[in-house]
């Protein structure tokens, strides 16, 4: 079964700088997506960025980007000149991209991560 | 806007009771997938409909059930509810194999 790890309950960033939110996950996949969603206070869960595991390139969505790192089962978020609309919480995710067996394309979820953004 | 919409958006109930959380999928999406966030199991993936059939169940207890109708919309049913049920439900939407984008959640809270 797969997994997905966020090793950081808690980050703190000061506005206009850059953090960096780790997610690690453990899959004998070779073909699968991997999300970053935002959840803020409002409690709404919005997708940040999408990263496809055959495609090399790392995902770009404006100030947010994504070293994807296949080899080491990485994924983690960048987030370039932090605004105080960026504090939520964020979450990692994996869906597996054949449908097979019990795995439908649900996803899977890290446990999220905390930022806080501070003026 | 994801255009995923969910009713209602808060419902307070007594344990024992039955209640029906709603969810109308973006236009054109025929997969929906309803998850549970709670405070100690996180977000959980509970069933998922993909054209009016059930395609996959994940944690969701025998006293849940969920069904999908002809015009896509879906509606999760909650029986004999308890305490630990409180929780947020999420319904997600997405074509296939594609992105899934989230309603904004029924919280329920069980007394």
């Known amino acids: 079964a797969q997994t997905v790890t966020q090793s950081q309950p808690e980050m703190s960033v000061q506005e206009a700088e850059t953090v960096t939110l780790s997610c690690t996950y453990d899959?004998?996949?070779?073909?699968?997506?991997l999300f970053w969603y935002k959840q803020p206070p409002s409690r709404q869960m919005i997708l940040v960025i999408r990263?496809?595991?055959?495609?090399?390139q790392n995902a770009t969505e404006n100030r947010f980007s994504v070293n994807f790192q296949k080899a080491a089962k990485s994924f983690s978020l960048k987030i370039s000149d932090s605004q105080l609309g960026d504090a939520a919480m964020y979450f990692c995710?994996?869906?597996?991209?054949?449908?097979?067996?019990?795995?439908?394309?649900?996803?899977?979820f890290g446990k999220g991560t905390k930022l806080s953004v501070k003026p | 806007d994801s255009g995923v919409t969910q009713t209602p958006k808060h419902l307070i109930t007594a344990t024992g009771q039955r209640v029906t959380l709603r969810c109308s999928p973006r236009?054109?999406?025929?997969?929906v997938y309803w998850y549970q966030q709670s405070l100690d199991q996180g977000l959980q993936f509970l069933i998922q409909?993909?054209?009016?059939?059930?395609?996959a169940k994940g944690n969701i207890l025998e006293r849940f059930s969920a069904q999908q109708f002809p015009d896509l919309h879906s509606e999760l049913n909650l029986s004999s509810l308890e305490l630990g049920d409180s929780a947020l439900y999420f319904c997600?939407?997405?074509?296939?194999?594609?992105?899934?984008?989230f309603g904004p959640g029924t919280r329920l809270t069980v007394l």
């Open positions: 236009s054109g999406d025929l997969s």
């Open positions: 409909y993909y054209n009016g059939e059930e395609r």
């Open positions: 995710a994996y869906r597996s991209y054949m449908n097979y067996g019990g795995s439908q394309g649900n996803l899977i």
């Open positions: 899959t004998s996949e070779s073909d699968y997506y």
């Open positions: 990263q496809e595991a055959y495609k090399q």
């Open positions: 997600a939407s997405s074509a296939n194999r594609g992105t899934q984008y």
